[in-house]
């Protein structure tokens, strides 16, 4: 809807235009009429309307200076001037002003004010869409990628009205004319970010490689690459043919394999379905490759595979791969991080032996994490879980695993225990051990007194105190011993009884270990 304005001193003029307005059936709203200079200026301030209808020849200020005020507030103004006589030196400033008609009232009939309007109201519209253009074409800059995204969700929702769907795409640059696609998508090995890079660069590099993939496919008009998560880039090939020749797809993904090793140093491998479809079935396609994502978890490592179904998994596990997971315990127990590599390596190979679903794999891989964070007191980055469940190959699942594994294991192995923790926990222990003196106190025993995991608080204590917890439990019980047997008419028996052993044999047994003496002859000193 178009608004006006009349401004004209003589009334019965006004209410003639305002009349011939009302007959003229086009989309208009006279929002404001005035008959003097003050009364039009106030009223354009408050209604600022599209098309100012203006007698020329208003007393004061005439009504080319009124117009020139008019554009001073709203630049874009439409304007028809009414005058009452043809002045060569008005109309000459009429057309300074950009008027769209200068109009004799003698001689104004309905079809001349429908022309002169219809003429303004298409100017308006016409810069209407130019600035829609404009604005959507900003907004497409600086959003353009979260634009893109929202393109996707859009194609993906099955109650979405498609033509519509697809004239969004088109004014995103994004015009499939051709009958089918073929579907495909690019994926950053989370494997090769976290070499070089953090968790939390992953989205950055993302759009990095989606900036790639649109570039190289400016010159590949029918491929379009859209941002899909946080690691994939999905590819969309608008072709006319159902059964073309996938080559130059390969071809580009190459490219942008390329390019992501060359400037960003991270591996982009391609996947892509077996044939193109019809473009409208978008969604069913998308959730097959979905689908047929892990079919190719266990291959090699090729920078493009076509995904098909051509696996047979089986959803568990017929045997429990427990001798893997305990090389992890060797790895804190005998300090050595070689048994890492090797459980998660096992783990690989049995899983494929067995034909294991990929999911199957992630989560026992996330299990030995959570299992090794517990040990060793310590905590799993949250980013590694959710690109751990996103690897498509066995060797980036292995590879995110073996690094979050080392990353616990040095925060054992290389974390210093100050003196003052140690004075601490070895009070603690002593205390806990003084109360207990009478009981036979192991380590899991002592673990759960202090809220640690038992293997943890072993490997640990060993480090607090140079040796293992059995062996500092016997000194220090054998130390009591040894003051116990000073005592004049004390028995070897009720020495080993006070103290928790079980019988007298035992308990001598472990006083000469760690004495050098029996209690018999330590009696007779």
């Not at 003097?36 to 004061?60: M, R, T």
């Not at 009478?438 to 202090?450: Q, Y």
Request: glycine share 4%.
């Amino acid at each position: 809807m178009m608004t006006v304005m009349l401004i004209d001193d003589d009334v019965p003029m006004l209410d003639y235009v305002k009349h011939l307005l009302g007959c003229l059936d086009l989309k208009l709203e006279v929002v404001a009429e005035a008959s003097g200079s003050e009364q039009a200026l106030e009223q354009f301030h408050d209604s600022l309307p599209d098309l100012a209808i203006v007698d020329i020849g208003l007393p004061g200020m005439d009504g080319l200076e009124l117009a020139e005020a008019f554009r001073i507030m709203k630049p874009e103004v439409r304007l028809i001037f009414l005058t009452c006589y043809e002045d060569f030196h008005y109309s000459k400033r009429a057309i300074g002003l950009e008027a769209d008609d200068y109009l004799i009232k003698d001689e104004l009939t309905p079809e001349q004010l429908r022309d002169s309007v219809s003429k303004a109201m298409e100017r308006i519209r016409r810069r209407r869409e130019l600035l829609e253009r404009y604005s959507f074409q900003q907004a497409i800059e600086r959003n353009r990628e979260v634009l893109k995204q929202n393109f996707l969700k859009q194609l993906l929702s099955e109650g979405g009205e498609w033509d519509n769907i697809l004239l969004f795409g088109e004014r995103l640059g994004i015009s499939w004319k051709l009958p089918y696609l073929r579907h495909g998508f690019l994926h950053i090995d989370a494997a090769s970010v976290v070499g070089r890079y953090r968790y939390k660069d992953m989205p950055l590099l993302h759009f990095a490689v989606g900036n790639i993939a649109a570039e190289l496919s400016s010159g590949q008009a029918t491929i379009t690459p859209l941002m899909d998560g946080e690691a994939d880039i999905y590819l969309l090939w608008n072709t006319n043919d159902r059964n073309v020749p996938d080559d130059e797809l390969i071809r580009y993904m190459m490219s942008v394999r390329e390019k992501a090793e060359q400037y960003l140093k991270v591996s982009v491998r391609g996947f892509y379905a077996a044939e193109a479809v019809p473009v409208r079935q978008f969604v069913e396609t998308y959730k097959q490759l979905a689908e047929y994502r892990d079919h190719s978890f266990y291959g090699p490592a090729l920078p493009a595979v076509m995904l098909k179904p051509d696996r047979t998994f089986l959803p568990a596990a017929e045997s429990k791969p427990e001798k893997e997971k305990a090389m992890l315990s060797l790895a804190l127990e005998e300090d050595n991080a070689a048994w890492i590599d090797l459980a998660v390596s096992k783990l690989l190979q049995h899983a494929e032996a067995e034909h294991w679903t990929p999911r199957l794999l992630k989560e026992t891989y996330a299990d030995c994490v959570r299992r090794m964070a517990s040990e060793t007191n310590g905590t799993a980055e949250e980013a590694f879980f959710v690109h751990l469940s996103r690897s498509l190959r066995a060797e980036e699942a292995a590879h995110l695993t073996k690094r979050e594994l080392w990353n616990l294991w040095r925060h054992q192995a290389l974390t210093p225990i100050s003196d003052l923790e140690k004075d601490i926990r070895l009070q603690a222990i002593d205390d806990f051990l003084r109360e207990h003196v009478d009981r036979t106190i192991t380590s899991v025993d002592m673990a759960e007194h202090l809220h640690l995991n038992p293997s943890y608080f072993s490997r640990y204590f060993k480090r607090l105190a140079g040796m293992k917890f059995t062996d500092y439990v016997n000194s220090y019980k054998i130390s009591i011993a040894i003051s116990m047997l000073r005592r004049e008419n004390e028995t070897v028996e009720n020495v080993a009884y006070t103290l928790g052993f079980s019988d007298r044999a035992y308990f001598s047994k472990v006083f000469k270990k760690y004495s050098g003496k029996s209690p018999s002859e330590f009696k007779n000193v």
